[in-house]
């Protein structure tokens, strides 16, 4: 699904982070950039307007790229799914899309990201309450958990 996303991307300024991207050429505005040490991630996202955020695997948790986007009060686009809506869905700076729809679907997402109107401040203050008030440790660790299930799933 990160092929299809940066599939999706290519019309769009955006930097894409991370190894592995020798087979795709990109012909449209977005670029590539070699990975990131987790711990300048934090820089990266104060740096940033918005986060596009892929893994599928996150059925009923949160991965951590979309909370740090939050709560750094970009506008996040990520998979949706049923927590994210619950938690977020009703804040202007969450922006979730289905994959069923295709790259068509997925670069309408993309401009309605772009589009969004966003005060940092405000963005990152709404996001960190709802953090506090809805996600815990525990509930991250469901969320792994659940990742390591359909691994073994899927090797099994």
Known sequence: RSDQMARALQPFP??????GWDYL???GQAQFRPAIDST???ELFASSRYVVN????????LHERTAYGLVSGCVTLTDANDAGQEIFGDLQHYVS?????GLPALQDSIATLLRADNDVVAASMAAEARLLQHCHHEAMFQSF???VRHAREVVA
């Open 14 to 19: 955006a930097l894409i982070y991370g190894g």
């Open 25 to 27: 050429s990109l012909q």
């Open 40 to 42: 300048h991630m934090p």
């Open 54 to 61: 892929t893994n599928p695997f996150f059925c009923h948790g």
């Open 97 to 101: 899309f289905d994959w069923a729809g």
């Open 145 to 147: 958990l659940e990742v």
